[in-house]
């Protein structure tokens, strides 16, 4: 899929964000009109004349991450089951599953689910001064239509992306190629209401693929999904068609709320579609970054993933602690937790720390409406005392409803990067810090990067996340890069 390259040796950096700003797809993302204009076109944030460059060892780091990530996700789904089994520790799955209903749990477990994992993979990864650090991992993230439809406006700038300019689309699509085993697949993105932000760049998504003959793809609501005795259908361009793929860009919190959730639930039980993400809910959790650091399951961790991944895994997660209220025997103490060379065995020994020594984020671990899009994030040098002991106070409150995690903060590293400002028509630079989300696409066993989201905000800011302060832009390989 060539793009036409439009990039002169006399053009600017201000003329290039002109060209982004003008020639970006309209209402791609939560997009607004612009201070005194009722400009379509201008989104919710800032705009870069280029792609945000990172170092080749950084680009190298990204591409062996996603086969790190396919191989945890499936270390985690087969511990789960032994767990289940009796096979592995009881408190693996039992953690896992700690707060959810009945029918969620049962949902998960069901033999035609077995063995799926998510197709799709998105860490969070913060890139600090000592190296990366994945603050995250998401099954059902946001922004990959974004990637894509900016992809193709900076390849007619003459920029190269890391994973190229049409990844995104062609990532997804043979995702959807191997799911189904045809080449031109039917593919549903159904998008709830409680996920309607996302819907513009998922529309955007499917009628590129389209568009460029990769799959033959529609976002709809739930109830537009038709059920019959044989199979799911949808109405399409050109005409109603049977669904091979189900893509779920829905959550499983919401599942009771979700129109023909269980005709479709249905259908992916009896091989009448497939799934992806499959309804497990347990691979969507936070505290598994906790689970990894537990020593106790360390020899199975080994096992499952092997010397190499297990280390970099290590090294990449920070370390993680549930906010478990249930009370410790005497000689215990809470593994890896120290305050000033204590180790520390009652949580309310937490309350005392000092702000500088608060470097901790407290979140819902998952399976809640606050554990996605820094909603429920709390960073504790960024509170008072009493709002500190409160958010313990509060994680632990929820521990039998929603568990939270108490997780090491790592600040990222300062970086520098145009924007174009739209009010004045110019180009600043922002001094910030930065976000990288790669975009991992499972073929077989394979985890293809097709794409890095950078988000970079302003350095005074404790949470990185997309905000109207923010610059969000696809990466490029540079020598100069980060």
């Known amino acids: 899929m060539p ?13 290039r964000a002109r060209y982004v700003h003008e020639h970006l797809a309209p209402n791609l993302f939560r997009a607004v009109a612009g201070p005194g204009t009722s400009d379509p076109a201008t989104v919710a944030w800032r705009l870069s004349p280029q792609p945000f460059p990172l170092a080749p060892k950084t680009v190298a780091a990204l591409q062996t991450l996603g086969g790190d990530l396919l191989k945890l ?12 089994r009796g096979t592995a520790p009881d408190f693996f799955h039992e953690y896992l599953d700690q707060g959810k209903p009945e029918h969620i749990v049962r949902l998960e477990r069901q033999n035609r689910f077995k063995s799926d994992v998510p197709s799709l993979i998105r860490p969070d990864i913060i890139l600090t001064d000592d190296g990366m650090i994945a603050s995250e991992l998401d099954s059902i993230p946001g922004g990959m239509g974004f990637v894509g439809a900016m992809g193709s406006v900076y390849c007619e700038l003459g920029f190269d992306q890391v994973g190229e300019f049409d ?5 997804f699509a043979r995702m959807t190629q191997s799911l189904s085993g045809k080449d031109q697949p039917t593919v549903a993105i159904v ?6 932000d996302y819907r513009a760049e998922m529309t955007w998504l499917a009628e590129a ?31 109603r068609r049977t669904v091979d793929v189900l893509y779920r860009n829905f959550e499983l919190f919401d599942l009771l709320n979700i129109a ?3 005709l479709m639930l249905y259908a992916a039980r009896h091989k009448r579609v497939i799934m992806t993400p499959p309804p497990k809910a347990f691979l969507e959790e936070k505290l598994i970054f906790a689970l990894i650091h537990n020593t106790s399951l360390h020899r199975l961790w080994l096992s499952e993933l092997g010397d190499e991944t297990f280390a970099r895994l290590l090294q990449l997660m920070p370390r993680t602690w549930i906010l478990d209220p249930r009370p410790l025997p005497p000689q215990a103490v809470i593994a890896g937790l120290e305050v000033n060379g204590r180790q520390i065995r009652s949580w309310n020994e937490l309350y005392s720390l000092s702000k500088s020594e608060r470097q901790y984020v407290v979140k819902p671990s998952g ?16 509170l008072t005392h009493d709002e500190w002991m409160a958010v313990i106070d509060g994680g632990l409150a929820s521990f039998d409803k929603t568990p939270h995690i108490l997780q090491r903060y790592h600040k990222a590293r300062r970086v520098r990067s145009e924007y174009l400002d739209v009010p004045s028509d110019s180009i600043k630079t922002l001094d910030g810090r930065v976000r990288l989300c790669p975009y991992y696409f499972v073929a077989g066993d394979e985890a293809i990067l097709s794409g890095v989201l ?17 610059i969000m832009v696809p990466c490029t390989q540079s020598d100069s890069g980060y």
Not at 167 to 171: A, C, E, V
Not at 367 to 382: C, E, H, I, K, T
Not at 454 to 470: C, D, F, Q, Y
């Open 3 to 15: 793009c036409s390259v439009k990039l002169r040796p006399q053009d600017t950096a201000l003329d």
């Open 73 to 84: 996700y499936r270390a985690v789904n087969r511990l789960y089951f032994m767990s289940v």
């Open 167 to 171: 990844g995104i689309l062609r990532g």
């Open 191 to 196: 998008v709830s209401p409680e996920s309607e």
């Open 209 to 239: 693929l389209r568009a460029n003959g990769l799959a033959q793809a529609v976002t709809v609501l739930p109830d537009q999904v038709v059920f019959t005795e044989e199979a799911l259908v949808v109405d399409t361009p050109t005409g």
């Open 260 to 262: 023909k959730q269980e």
């Open 367 to 382: 399976f809640s409406p606050l554990a996605w899009g820094s909603r429920g994030v709390y960073v504790g040098d960024n």
């Open 454 to 470: 950078a988000t970079v905000v302003p350095a005074n800011k404790r949470l990185i996340h997309g905000m109207s302060e923010a």
